[in-house]
DNA sequence: ATCTAATCGAGACGGTACGTCGAGTCTTCCC
DNA sequence: GGGAAGACTCGACGTACCGTCTCGATTAGAT
């Protein structure tokens, strides 16, 4: 990963001389830039406002994070850190299909108008880009990706690519979701669901 | 449509007294305005830049346009619009397949830096939203749910929910362009319209 | 005079094309400097303060004047333009008591605090150094050089060193001002006075 | 005098316990505030270089200084506190003379950058105005005032008032110093003595 | 042949957010 | 308890872009 999020660990190891990080500080902080972005969205979220909510001073915020976007995704990334763990009921097409629905019922909640936000900021600053991959995309994909595999040549045919297999299954999310056509409902996940297995099964 | 784009059909009839609109300056600052797109992005094109390049002044620009997505939505707009006819070779599956080709090809030009900043600009600017809607999205999704409608029954099976099956189409083109997790190839079009193709086809 | 503050004669006979300077604004951006200026002293203003009294933005102040200190240098200037002109009684110590009493007049009074930011504002910053000797300094001096000049060889002896002389009569009222060991009053005004010229009269 | 040299008295007297103030750390950080004092001036010297260059921490700097202008203060009082000491030739004039040489040698070497930031800080801060008038110039004037009591009646007319006499010969100085209008060199040393003593010699 | 009104280029304007810097305070560990 | 390291709050700095406005100059149709 990029520069964007520090890696911690280091710092909790060999914890420097001088007066260590205030983690209160940086929880308030990134608690308050969460509440801004979904009650704003990204581009109308100001780092005066994150700092003044947070009782923090801008100073700080730019100490630990080189810009907003920087900022926002730390605090995008704790708030779904532990979000949409995928299900696992012994039937593929269930747990596809659960994933999915949960995945919807994220982006039509507060959650939507950031995550717009930032595949919106991704656009124009490739490190929010790489950190959207690293941190919300790539564990999801690796998710099913080894449900898959672990599927192939049971349910599910073998000669099969996996990468756009996935793509098949959450980019019609992120395309009504950006693209705005057409509601986002869990019948839409179900439908989904539906057609994409009906062209991957074994007959 | 909204505000984004006024209706130039009264322009044309009331011609009040007065200098008329220079229509040479409204190319210029659409002409520049699109160059300047493809090659800084969305987030980094400036007014200024597209004044200065098009040797207008600001006030001209917005004297015909609301703000700035405005102009560069009817940059985009008047660049695109003959593109991406849809091909018809009297098979289905070959018409989507080039399609795909086509529009992959589109984005993985000049053309699609613009296009990801359009999409980015939408998620925080209503107006924008409609406008590539109505602009860019509706139209490609017109054509070719027309033309599914053609083979409904026939080379497609009856029972198949079309506008989900155009977003499975097109999704996956928008999802890599705005994730960039993957190359947009050729290839990439052959393999999503087979794997699409399998789940609909009659048996 | 450097780029601290610009000519405006340019100005007033090549009117560029554009829309002209707000002269109104510039004014209130001034006044509100000087104000700014005498209530607070030269350190303590900001140019966010200046702009929001003046009703202006920082923009403004930024496009006209390189930094602070070049505001309150031309605010200060306009103040003093017509102050102090140099009495003429036909008696030269006279003038020169005159002179000197209403300079201590000038400096006990609110625009003592002023003149004290701004010397201390020329200690680092060499256009102010070079503002305050050219806007303030050199006039009252060329002043008093001409007088001198006229009753040389009469009242005045003819040997005597006008630059040095006039830093004598001078440079104490600075001295006073700036270091306070002692006040400076009308009393002191003559007293110098009087020293000074019983150095350089003709026996 | 002010809170801004702290009484070193009850340091070495009610030694508390724990660890007694480090020496070597007060000599180092007053070592590198001259030093950044000469090379950058008052202005442009920070407290974090003070810091860096001495190798101390800030804390230690402000729990023994109240300010940066008091840290700045008592450096330049250590480095000024053996100069200038009056000459004693036996003739008032030649050691006033002399002493106006020292004074702007003094003043043109490294010192005088720190001088004239010294003079500067004083005008908006009220204890390193108070400390100016007591660790430099209030010396210097007593030793003068001491040397022209003692020849008063003498060489010196008897009626002359000291105080105004003092400011006559210290005062060009500072004003060549602070205005730039002109060079202070060691000719001007003998010019200014010489006007002045044409004023107050018996006759 | 004016008059009138809308347009044009140029560029100054108010507003808002940005990211930076220095002063002075506070917190941790080490001695 | 003193000291080094360094994080913290506060507040000002100077910059950039947006969308508006005000000039003088231009360009037609209306009178």
Known sequence: MSSIARDPVDES????????????????????ALETLEELGFANTTCDVIAERAGASKATIYRWWSNKAAVLVEALREAVALELPLPDTGDLREDIRQQLRNFIKLLTGRRGLAFRGF????????????????VWVAP?????????????????????????LI???????????????????EEYADALTDLVFAGIRLH
Do not use: N
Request: aromatic fraction near 6%; charge should be positive; hydrophobic fraction near 40%.
């Open 140 to 164: 999801r994909r690796a998710d099913v990706k080894a449900r898959f595999e672990r599927y192939r040549g049971k349910t599910l045919r073998a000669d099969v690519d996996l990468e756009l």
């Open 119 to 134: 595949v919106a900021a991704a656009q124009s600053d490739p490190e929010v880009s790489e950190a959207l991959r690293l």
């Open 13 to 32: 190891i060999s914890r420097g001389r001088g007066r260590p990080r205030d983690e209160v500080a940086r929880t308030r902080i990134l608690d308050s």
């Open 167 to 185: 793509d098949l299954i959450y980019a019609p999310l992120y395309y009504r979701l950006l693209i705005g056509h057409a509601p986002l409902s």
